[in-house]
C-alpha cells in the first residue's frame, strides 16, 4: 500500500499510525503546495512554468534551495506511473487546498486504472481559519485515534478526476477549497490583504504575515508565499521592507505602507 502525504510535517503522524515498516517502504511525500502557482504544466514534465513559479518565490536568502527542477518532474513522473503498478494508494488529507488538490491529482493519475484508491480523512470538511485541520495539525497519538481508512467509489472517483482537469485548465494562480471544490483567483486578494494590515509605520514583517494567515479562508497561506508577496509589493513600490533578512529569509524584516 502506497500512503501520500502532503508535506513533511504530516511524516511522523502517519507513521505512527501506519508503522515503520510500511512507512519505510510505501509512504511517499508530496512536498509542492498545489494551492499557490500555476498548474497547467505540473503533471507534464519538465514542468517549466511550475518550476519557474518556485524558483523565483523561494527567497534569495534560505539556502540550500530545495532542487525544484529535479523534485518537481520527478513527482509527475512517479504519479504519471502510479496506475502501471500494483500497490493500492492511500491519501491522507484534511482541510488544507494542497492537500485535497493532492487527492483530485492522484484522482486523475489512477482515473482509468483498477487500482484501489483510499483515503483518510483528517479534516472537519470546513476550510475557514477557525475550523479547518490539516493532517501535520493533529498530534500522532490523535491522529492514531482518529484514522479511519476508506476505499472512494468510482463515482467520487471521476468527480476528483474532474476538479483536477478543471483547476489545470482555469489558469488561476491559487486555488481556495470551499465547500467540498475549488475556487480560482489571481493574486489581488491576497495582495490586498498584506496591504490592509500594514500600517504607517514600521512593524516586523512577520506580523504582518501573521495577521494574514489568521484570517486568510480557503488556503494555508505560508509564511515563504507571504514573502513572496510583499516582496512583489515592495517592487511595485506600495511597500517598503527595511532590515535584514534573518532567519528564514524574514525574521530581521520590518515593514511599513509606503508614503
Not at 171 to 200: C, K
Given at each position: 500500500?502506497?500512503?501520500?502525504?502532503?508535506?513533511?510535517?504530516?511524516?511522523?503522524?502517519?507513521?505512527?499510525?501506519?508503522?515503520?515498516?510500511?512507512?519505510?517502504?510505501?509512504?511517499?511525500?508530496?512536498?509542492?503546495?498545489?494551492a499557490?502557482?500555476?498548474?497547467?504544466?505540473?503533471?507534464?514534465?519538465?514542468?517549466?512554468?511550475?518550476?519557474?513559479?518556485?524558483?523565483t518565490?523561494?527567497?534569495?536568502?534560505?539556502?540550500?534551495?530545495?532542487?525544484?527542477?529535479?523534485?518537481l518532474?520527478?513527482?509527475?513522473?512517479?504519479?504519471?506511473?502510479?496506475?502501471?503498478?500494483?500497490?493500492?494508494?492511500?491519501?491522507?488529507?484534511?482541510?488544507?487546498?494542497?492537500?485535497?488538490l493532492?487527492?483530485?491529482r492522484v484522482?486523475?493519475?489512477?482515473?482509468?486504472?483498477?487500482?484501489?484508491?483510499?483515503?483518510?480523512?483528517?479534516?472537519?470538511?470546513?476550510?475557514?481559519?477557525?475550523?479547518?485541520?490539516?493532517?501535520?495539525?493533529?498530534?500522532p497519538?490523535?491522529?492514531?485515534?482518529?484514522a479511519?481508512?476508506?476505499?472512494?467509489?468510482?463515482?467520487?472517483?471521476?468527480?476528483?478526476?474532474?476538479?483536477?482537469?478543471?483547476?489545470?485548465?482555469?489558469?488561476?494562480?491559487?486555488?481556495?477549497?470551499?465547500?467540498?471544490?475549488?475556487?480560482?483567483?489571481?493574486?489581488?486578494?491576497?495582495?490586498?490583504?498584506?496591504?490592509?494590515?500594514?500600517?504607517?509605520?514600521?512593524?516586523?514583517?512577520?506580523?504582518?504575515m501573521?495577521?494574514?494567515?489568521?484570517?486568510?479562508?480557503?488556503?494555508?497561506?505560508?509564511?515563504?508565499?507571504?514573502?513572496?508577496?510583499?516582496?512583489?509589493?515592495?517592487?511595485a513600490?506600495?511597500?517598503?521592507?527595511s532590515?535584514?533578512?534573518?532567519?528564514?529569509?524574514?525574521?530581521g524584516?520590518?515593514?511599513?505602507?509606503?508614503?
Amino acid at each position: 500500500m502506497w500512503h501520500l502525504v502532503c508535506g513533511d510535517n504530516a511524516v511522523a503522524g502517519v507513521t505512527q499510525v501506519i508503522g515503520e515498516a510500511a512507512a519505510a517502504t510505501g509512504l511517499r511525500v508530496l512536498r509542492d503546495d498545489l494551492a499557490v502557482g500555476p498548474l497547467a504544466d505540473v503533471d507534464t514534465p519538465p514542468c517549466a512554468a511550475r518550476v519557474a513559479f518556485w524558483q523565483t518565490l523561494w527567497p534569495e536568502s534560505v539556502h540550500p534551495a530545495p532542487a525544484f527542477a529535479t523534485v518537481l518532474p520527478a513527482d509527475a513522473r512517479w504519479l504519471a506511473a502510479l496506475a502501471e503498478q500494483a500497490q493500492p494508494v492511500t491519501v491522507w488529507h484534511g482541510d488544507s487546498a494542497s492537500e485535497q488538490l493532492l487527492l483530485a491529482r492522484v484522482a486523475h493519475a489512477l482515473e482509468h486504472s483498477p487500482l484501489a484508491l483510499w483515503e483518510v480523512p483528517c479534516g472537519t470538511g470546513d476550510s475557514r481559519v477557525e475550523m479547518r485541520k490539516a493532517v501535520a495539525m493533529h498530534a500522532p497519538d490523535a491522529l492514531v485515534a482518529l484514522a479511519q481508512p476508506r476505499e472512494i467509489a468510482a463515482s467520487r472517483r471521476q468527480a476528483l478526476a474532474a476538479q483536477w482537469r478543471a483547476v489545470q485548465a482555469d489558469n488561476a494562480l491559487i486555488h481556495r477549497w470551499q465547500a467540498g471544490d475549488f475556487a480560482g483567483e489571481d493574486y489581488q486578494r491576497i495582495d490586498a490583504d498584506l496591504l490592509r494590515h500594514a500600517r504607517d509605520e514600521a512593524q516586523p514583517l512577520a506580523r504582518l504575515m501573521a495577521e494574514v494567515m489568521a484570517r486568510n479562508d480557503g488556503f494555508f497561506a505560508t509564511d515563504t508565499f507571504l514573502l513572496w508577496r510583499a516582496r512583489e509589493l515592495a517592487a511595485a513600490g506600495v511597500l517598503h521592507i527595511s532590515g535584514e533578512p534573518g532567519e528564514y529569509g524574514y525574521r530581521g524584516l520590518q515593514v511599513r505602507r509606503s508614503l
